[in-house]
């Protein structure tokens, strides 16, 4: 699979496949998926054991990358069905850069587009991208990032504080 090279404001410059990007931790377009139910819970998925970073790991409902020539949105609504097993309206929240080394010697830089969107229905997980989810009130996911930070995503420990202030602001 081929991923998106993008400049610091998003603007494509050219692509290279999946790992090479991670080998040379060059800047690329991806997507992270916030879902909540309708008691206020997110939604958290396990990743697979076979990842090639990040196994095993907690995080939020779906992360990916778009192809080239496929817009953002749509990516991250069809990446929701494939990994997730499930549709439901996504919005824009916000995006943010960061950049995580891992011990493999892998390294995300990513240009992350930022959705979320509601779900109380039946989920149906792809086994390859996940091996177990669950729904946690957010205070919850507070204490266990500060009490177990290994057991999430790197990215996720950076997106999710970002998100809480997100929601924080549009309740206002």
């Not at 196994?55 to 992360?63: E, F, I, Q, S």
């Amino acid at each position: 699979m081929d991923i998106i090279l993008v400049d610091d404001y998003d603007v494509q410059i050219g692509t290279i496949t999946k790992l090479e990007v991670h080998q040379k931790a060059l800047l690329h377009r991806a997507f992270s998926i916030f879902i909540f139910n309708a008691h206020g819970e997110m939604l958290l998925h396990k990743r697979a054991n076979k990842k090639y970073h990040s196994a095993g790991l907690w995080t939020n409902a779906c992360c990916s990358h778009p192809k080239p020539g496929e817009e953002t949105l749509s990516a991250a609504e069809i990446r929701l069905q494939q990994e997730m097993g499930f549709n439901t309206k996504l919005k824009k929240a916000f995006d943010f850069i960061y950049k995580v080394s891992f011990d493999n010697g892998l390294t995300e830089h990513e240009f992350d587009h930022v959705f979320f969107g509601t779900y109380d229905g039946i989920i149906t997980p792809n086994a390859e991208e996940v091996s177990d989810y669950c729904f946690m009130p957010v205070e919850e996911i507070k204490n266990s990032i500060k009490s177990h930070p290994h057991k999430y995503t790197e990215w996720f420990k950076i997106a999710f504080p970002k998100m809480v202030d997100y929601l924080c602001v549009i309740a206002i």
